[in-house]
């Protein structure tokens, strides 16, 4: 709980955010703050429990205490489909913290860009972020869940995998696991390759009770099989893993290392390329890229949903604070929500209570 | 006064009782006044009965110093279990594993890798999210994030969890087991990785109560007594 003047600063300084969002072309939204929670819940998964308050619903159905903006934004934006489309918002946002030093309720301020030429909408939506931010000389990181996602779809090896390996994207544990299985670098356990060997596999299973029929776990051993027949992952696509999320240095340095990840691994030309589209038009918004820092594993592990650029400020020195501001490119996300495939969408969100723990605070 | 929440009833207190007696720590509960106990054999403690279940709270909000109940008691009722109490011993007893179970059908699925894999195509074929019963909501979905488990939803079961699967209300359950013939008997198996949590009676310091100069000196003749570390 906060006292009232810190209340009444972070409310005026997320109005003057506001004032700089719609100031740069957005129109001003306001969804609710109490959310249908199914939408959440089949995008975000059981994890969104953990972090958002479930509450009873007018209608009798579970609701949400508004945990972001971006699924009603996105909602909202599919009814007019305007291309391009800008939003801005300022209102509060509501999670379940786990650090007793953390408020559950607070401000977030954020712009939202649909549509346009993807390199200099990512420049525009950074480019106004960092604008409002400068006068805090915050630390800024980058990347660009897009090359990552490229790779993983250029893999020589069979569907199943890619999409396996597609799905644990922005879970870097099981993603991980997953790699180390489809390399052979994990045994196969001696449960699986007993299963394999058996000539009857069905002749031990039980009653057939629940909704997944004996079909679908035939089905699931067929594919088993199929798995087991297929060669490992290359030793050179899993090395190209590991070269893209270790990157961590200067854009122009690190646009150089990923042209040389591409010459081994041509699925990621185009990725690589919009990188550099990205940098030319940052450079346009007068962003000096020179210094600006690339992290090849920036992203994952969030539950955003990015899957292109993205990026986090956050005050100097200052690591205990959550990001003054965070955002990327969450294409992906749009698709889901029933967007199509044409709808695009960058965006960025404002803390104000953090930049107020700052020296030169809004 | 150091006050210390133990099981007011059953095998809990019981063996609560006779683990405290053991280390020189006589515990009783007073004839005719039900939550009331007398505690001897140590100064400045004060017992104080109470349900097992209402323990985590109790120790939660400071109430009590030290509190005796299930790990996984502590682990679902209480958000960030560890910054809010300090287990200070396992007790050996009340032994009890959450264990993940499954249809004996899915002669495919042994290991949490081949649930979550199960949970893809599941959610691909059915349009909803695989279901799991459980009463243990915390636990489970700490566990499954740990583990990266994706598309699965937990749904509420507050007993008879083995019979969701038949009656079609789940697709697997989580649930304390302490031997493998109820699930034997329901046409489910666990998996393989090992329980969810290994649940046993612990005694737990509670990190906001009051811990003043008397409380501190109690608890370290009280340590001193019960021979903690």
């Not at chain 1, 679908?216 to 992952?233: F, G, H, K, Q, T």
Request: charged share 25%; proline share 5%; hydrophobic share 45%.
């Amino acid at each position: 709980m906060s006292d009232a003047p810190d209340k009444r600063a972070e409310r005026a300084c997320a109005e003057d955010l506001l004032t700089a969002f719609l100031a740069a072309g957005a129109e001003r939204v306001e969804p609710d703050i109490l959310l249908p929670a199914d939408t959440l819940l089949d995008l975000y998964g059981e994890d969104i429990r953990a972090r958002a308050f479930v509450t009873q619903g007018p209608d009798g159905g579970e609701a949400m205490l508004r945990p972001d903006f971006t699924v009603p934004i996105v909602q909202r934006h599919m009814a007019t489909r305007a291309d391009p489309a800008r939003y801005a918002y300022a209102g509060e946002i509501f999670r379940r913290q786990t650090r007793a030093d953390r408020s559950a309720e607070y401000l977030q301020a954020g712009f939202e860009l649909f549509g346009g030429v993807p390199a200099d909408a990512d420049a525009e939506v950074f480019a106004l972020i960092q604008a409002v931010l400068a006068p805090l000389s915050p630390r800024v990181a980058t990347g660009d869940l897009g090359v990552l996602t490229a790779l993983v779809r250029g893999f020589e090896t069979s569907e199943r995998r890619r999409a396996a390996l597609m799905r644990h994207i922005w879970r870097p544990a099981r993603f991980a696991a997953l790699l180390d299985r489809f390399s052979g670098r994990t045994p196969v356990s001696p449960a699986r390759a007993a299963l394999l060997a058996e000539s009857d596999p069905m002749a031990e299973a039980g009653a057939e009770i629940g909704l997944r029929s004996r079909a679908e776990v035939e089905a699931r051993i067929a594919a088993l099989r199929a798995d087991a027949a297929e060669p490992p992952l290359s030793k050179a696509q899993v090395d190209a893993i590991g070269a893209l999320l270790a990157l961590d240095m200067p854009s122009p340095a690190a646009l150089v290392q990923l042209y040389d990840i591409a010459s081994e691994m041509p699925g990621i030309a185009d990725a690589v390329d919009g990188v550099a589209r990205r940098l030319d038009a940052l450079v346009k918004h007068g962003i000096d890229v020179s210094a600006l820092p690339f992290d090849g594993a920036l992203g994952r592990g969030t539950m955003e949903y990015y899957d292109g650029f993205v990026f986090t400020f956050r005050l100097a020195g200052r690591d205990d604070l959550p990001p003054l501001a965070t955002g990327g490119r969450y294409d992906a996300l749009t698709r889901a929500l029933g967007g199509g495939a044409d709808m695009r969408a960058v965006g960025g969100v404002i803390r104000p209570a953090v930049m107020l723990a700052g020296d030169a605070p809004c | 006064m150091l006050k210390i929440g133990v099981p007011s009833k059953g095998r809990l207190m019981e063996d609560t009782f006779r683990w405290f007696g053991e280390r020189g720590v006589e515990m009783q509960k007073i004839e005719d006044r039900e939550y009331a106990g007398r505690i001897d054999g140590i100064d400045g403690v004060e017992m104080v009965l109470l349900s097992a279940g209402e323990i985590p709270r109790e120790l939660a909000a400071g109430r009590i110093h030290l509190g005796v109940t299930g790990s996984d008691l502590v682990r679902e009722n209480l958000a960030a279990w560890d910054t809010r109490v300090e287990p200070l011993a396992p007790m050996g007893f009340g032994h009890a594993d959450l264990v993940i179970a499954v249809p004996q059908l899915w002669v495919d699925v042994d290991t949490l890798d081949d649930l979550d894999a199960v949970c893809a195509a599941f959610r691909a074929r059915h349009g909803h999210r695989l279901r799991i019963a459980t009463k243990y909501h915390r636990l489970m979905r700490d566990y499954l994030r740990q583990h990266g488990v994706a598309d699965y939803q937990l749904v509420d079961s507050q007993g008879a969890t083995e019979g969701t699967v038949r009656n079609a209300t789940a697709e697997a359950i989580a649930d304390i087991t302490s031997t493998g013939a109820t699930l034997r008997a329901n046409h489910l198996k666990m998996l393989s990785d090992g329980p969810v949590h290994a649940s046993q009676a612990t005694l737990f310091r509670a990190r906001a109560a009051a811990w003043d100069d008397a409380a501190r000196a109690t608890l370290a003749r009280l340590s001193a007594q019960l021979g903690l570390a």
